[in-house]
């Protein structure tokens, strides 16, 4: 990895002190000079990738001098192979993907399935964000995203790491173990949901603290460079979906002819065939995503960064569960902390739709709370 900046004379020079038992204070430690994220970067997926950037530019603003790059770990699950040539809208949708990670990530020299061969030299690691803990995604590689092996002298972090479900979840009780015995050895935890406040309680970390999503905790400037590269988007009715249905086809055409707007559907897997009213992008870009959501008078959506990057724009949306998605108690949960959790419509609510349509956001007496769960979340990143 390249050579970082030398620490000014008035920065820390403490030695890392020997490793605390869970719930003590944090002890002074030496500036971070070499640091890796490990994260999920590679699925087409918008919020994986900007959630990614995101944390990795919050890190470089609150550690000035320090080294950092995304490990460029690719398990199998991760290591996605390029799409069959007669596939020409999800080729298209890789290449957008592919062009973003290489002109905006700063990825780890050296790609490698196995985390020890991307460790060399690194003094800290920060696990997250994303379901990084959630090891019905990361099947056999689960351990890699708890440090499995990794030398005690890196000091080990996370960052609004996610194991998924909630608290429901239950962990085969040899993974459970293994996950109890795993988090001893890190410095500093942090979660993205209140559910995993409880369950890093019952693996033996009562001092883990909830922080923001990455995107939702930067600053929103850093999103200007993206948005920059963005096509013309008009302004429309925009639905971003990870579970389209027939409901929220009906919902989006109805909200577009009370609002006399046309209507868009983003997303990575589109219908093959065309729906009247709705237009389709053929692939759409990260930045092209991000303006479609800062110009939209109204976002519609099943997916959690979708609802983040609205209130990073401050745009109107209504959130829409999906009968196919388990995933929205997390949409719930930063609504609910905010107030917001109103903006919840089931699909087929199509009055109560039409009436969020017209009922703006406050988003001035949200700032309040906004800025303290942020600052909170930023104090954290500064404290790795």
Known sequence: MPTSTPPSPDQKTTQASPRRQPGEPCAPHAPIRHLGILTFHRPLNFGAVLQAYALQNTLAQLN????????????????????????????????????FLNRHLPLSANQSS????????????????DQVWNPDITKDAWKNYFL?????????????????????????????DAMATLLKRFDRISVREESGLDICRQLGRPDAIHVL????????????????????????????????????????????????????????????????????PFATSIPDYLASIRNAPLVVTDSFHAVMFSLVFQRP????????????????????????????????????????????????????QLQQLRSRSREFIASI
């Open 64 to 99: 000035p001098g320090a080294d950092i790059a995304i490990l460029d770990l690719v398990p199998p699950f991760l290591n996605i192979p390029p799409a069959p040539w007669h596939k020409f809208r999800k080729r298209a949708q890789q290449r957008a993907f592919l062009t």
């Open 213 to 280: 999503d990455p995107v939702l905790a930067a600053a929103p400037h850093i999103y200007d460079v993206l948005l920059a590269e963005a096509s013309d988007i008009q302004p429309a009715i925009t639905a971003i979906l990870l579970d389209e249905t027939a409901a929220q086809r009906r919902l989006l055409t109805h909200l577009g002819k009370q609002a006399r707007l046309p209507a868009r559907i983003i997303a990575i897997r589109q219908r093959r065939l065309p729906t009247p009213g709705i237009q389709r």
């Open 114 to 129: 196995h985390l020890a061969d991307l460790t060399d030299g690194l003094d800290t690691i920060v696990v997250g964000s």
């Open 317 to 368: 949306f209504i959130a829409t569960p999906s009968t196919k998605n388990k995933r929205f108690d997390r949409i719930a949960n930063i609504l609910t902390l905010l107030g917001l959790q109103d903006r919840i419509a089931q699909q087929q609510e199509l009055d109560k739709a039409a009436e969020l349509l017209r009922t703006p956001i406050d988003y001035q007496a949200i700032q309040p």
């Open 148 to 176: 499995d092996g990794i030398p005690d002298s890196i000091r080990a972090c996370s960052y609004a790491a996610s194991f998924g479900e909630g608290t429901e979840r239950a962990f085969a009780p040899d993974i459970q």
